[in-house]
């Protein structure tokens, strides 16, 4: 069955960085767009990135833009997210997830059809 396993959340500080992991099994990863999205206490789950099947393109939130950057390796079956600059309001659970389909909305959490567990990023000030 598909399984999403992320991992390297934590605790930093605000200017700090932090990679984040998604193993992918289960499913032909190269045939499945990727996204990453995360949810902060008390509020709606949000997109971050997303990255088309070869990774040729790449989709960002603004809130992020520029400073965090998703990237995927299909011999590898991972998706990463790398986040620099990171700011408290950056603080939420991150979910890895995976879309069978073509993107029609990459930023939809309908599109995606599994989802991972989540990891936990704290940025304090």
């Known amino acids: 069955q598909v399984q999403l396993v992320e991992s390297g959340g934590g605790l930093v500080q605000a200017g700090g960085s932090l990679r984040l992991s998604c193993a992918a099994s289960?499913?032909?990863?190269?045939?499945?767009?990727m996204g990453w999205f995360r949810q902060a206490l008390g509020k709606e789950r949000e997109f971050v990135a997303a990255?088309?099947?070869?990774?040729?393109?790449?989709y960002y939130d603004d809130s992020v833009k520029g400073r965090f950057t998703v990237s995927r390796d299909n011999a590898k079956n991972t998706v990463s997210l790398h986040m620099n600059s990171l700011k408290p309001e950056d603080t939420a659970v991150y979910y890895c997830?995976?879309?069978?389909?073509?993107?029609?909305?990459?930023?939809?959490?309908?599109?995606?059809?599994?989802w991972g567990q989540g990891t936990q990023v704290t940025v304090t000030s």
């Open positions: 997830a995976a879309a069978r389909s073509y993107f029609s909305d990459f930023s939809s959490r309908i599109e995606y059809d599994s």
């Open positions: 289960g499913f032909t990863f190269s045939s499945y767009g």
């Open positions: 990255l088309s099947r070869n990774g040729r393109w790449t």
